[in-house]
């Protein structure tokens, strides 16, 4: 398993455990929105937006920004 620390537009990061090639992470990460935010189950549509991954940190080591 490899890491990688996810960057989004407006700061917001963490991090995530994958199986990939730093140029599949790369791939499938960067330029991409993702839902960040808290989830409610009660309310599946509030609480969260929707934001644009901008760094792949990969492994703590190789780094790729957009």
């Not at 995530?16 to 599946?44: H, M, Q, R, W």
């Not at 969260?48 to 792949?56: A, H, I």
């Amino acid at each position: 398993m490899n890491k990688a620390t996810l960057t989004t537009e407006s700061g917001h990061t963490w991090s995530t455990s994958i199986n990939g090639t730093f140029k599949e992470v790369c791939d499938y990460f960067l330029g991409k929105a993702f839902p960040i935010g808290s989830f409610d189950e009660t309310k599946p549509n509030e609480g969260f937006t929707m934001e644009r991954v901008v760094k792949v940190v990969y492994n703590d080591k190789q780094i790729a920004t957009q």
